[in-house]
C-alpha cells in the first residue's frame, strides 16, 4: 500500500493535497491508498484531556475516503506514544506491508518525538520501501481554522478548509417547541467531543439527500424556554416550509455560512417570536 501518517483533524487544503498525492501514488504503483490515523487525538493525550477535534470521527472519516483514500488504519494514540521509533516503523513495513509512505518535510513520531525523517527512509530502505515528502502549504493551520471558528469567521475558514465548516447529525425528536412557536426545527447533537462555534443563531445551509436548502441555526440550549442552561447543547436549525417530523432518524448535513447573533434569554415568548422572525428577514437578504 501507499500509505500517509497524521492527525487530519481539520481535512484542510493542505490535508487534501497529501492525500491526492496518495491517491495518485496508489494508482500508478496499482497499490491500495491507505492513511493512519489516531485515536484519541493527539492533543487529548499530550496536552489537553477537554480538547475537541474540529470533526468527529465519522465526520472526519468520510471527509478522508472522499478524497479517494480506500484504507483508513485507526491506532490508539495512547500506544503509540510509547512506542519507539524503530518499532513504529516495524509496523509500518512488516505488518502493513507498505511499499511507499508520503509524509510532510518536517515529520517526526515515536517515542518524545524520537523518530525522523531519515529513521523512516532508513527503515524504508531495508525493508525495499520508499519514502516521500511532501511541502507544507504556507499558511494554512488546524490552529489557525480553529481560530476563525471560534471567531465566526466561517468565510475565511473556509478558505483554508476549501468546504465550508459543517456539523452532521440524525434528526432527533426534541421538545417540539420551535413547531409550537412556529418555527419547526431539525435538531440534531453533536457528539460531546466534537468543537462547535460559540452559541448563537447563524445563517446556515442545510444538505438533506444533497439538496441544498437555507435556513437559520441556533447552537445552545435555548435558554428562553429552557431553564436548564446545563443541558447538553443542541444544533437546531430552522428551515422555511420543511416540516421537520417527516426527516426524524435522517442524516443530516448543517453547513455555517454567517454569524447573526449570540444566544440570549428573552422577556418572553413573544419577543423571542418577533426575534426569531428578524433572524428570517436577515437570512431572506443574505441568501
Keep these: 500500500m501507499v500509505l500517509t501518517i497524521g492527525k487530519f483533524e481539520g481535512i484542510h487544503l493542505g490535508h487534501r493535497a497529501l492525500l ?11 497499490l491500495q491508498s491507505a492513511v493512519i490515523v489516531f485515536k484519541p487525538h ?3 493525550v499530550l496536552a489537553d484531556e477537554d480538547y475537541k477535534p474540529i470533526f468527529s470521527e465519522q465526520e472526519r472519516e468520510r471527509l478522508i475516503k472522499s478524497n ?17 521509533a524503530q518499532d513504529f516503523c516495524q509496523k509500518l513495513f512488516t505488518e502493513y506491508g507498505t511499499k511507499e509512505i ?3 518535510e518536517d515529520y ?7 523518530g525522523t525523517l531519515r529513521t523512516l527512509q532508513q527503515a524504508a530502505a531495508r525493508h525495499n520501501a520508499a519514502v516521500r515528502t511532501i511541502a507544507k502549504i504556507n499558511n494554512i493551520s488546524t490552529s489557525r481554522i480553529r481560530e476563525l471558528l471560534a471567531q465566526q469567521n466561517f468565510c475565511e475558514a473556509e478558505k483554508l478548509l476549501g468546504f465550508p465548516f459543517f456539523i452532521e447529525g440524525i434528526v432527533t425528536k426534541g421538545r417540539q417547541l ?10 440534531i447533537y453533536p ?7 460559540p452559541r448563537g443563531v447563524y445563517t446556515t445551509r442545510t444538505i438533506i439527500d444533497g439538496a441544498e436548502m437555507a435556513g437559520l441555526t441556533n447552537i445552545g440550549v435555548c435558554p428562553t424556554v429552557n431553564a436548564n442552561e446545563d443541558e447538553r447543547l443542541s444544533v437546531e436549525t430552522h428551515v422555511p ?10 442524516k443530516i448535513r448543517v453547513e455555517f455560512l454567517r454569524f447573526i447573533r449570540p444566544e440570549k434569554r428573552f422577556g418572553g415568548i413573544e419577543e423571542l417570536k418577533a426575534q426569531i422572525s428578524e433572524d428570517l428577514r436577515y437570512l431572506l437578504t443574505h441568501m
Excluded at 22 to 30: E, I, P
Excluded at 68 to 84: H, K, P, S, W
Excluded at 241 to 250: T, V
Design 178 to 187: 420551535g413547531g409550537k412557536l412556529g418555527f419547526p426545527t431539525l435538531n
Design 108 to 114: 517526526r513520531f515515536g517515542n518524545n518525538r524520537e
Design 42 to 44: 493527539p492533543f487529548v
Design 20 to 30: 491526492r498525492e496518495v491517491v495518485a501514488r496508489a494508482g500508478s504503483l496499482g
Design 102 to 104: 508520503i509524509v510532510g
Design 241 to 250: 416550509s420543511l416540516q421537520a417530523g417527516e426527516l426524524y432518524g435522517q
Design 191 to 197: 457528539p460531546s467531543d466534537k468543537f462547535l462555534p
Design 68 to 84: 479517494g483514500i480506500q484504507r483508513i488504519i485507526t491506532l490508539d494514540f495512547r500506544e503509540i506514544v510509547t512506542m519507539n
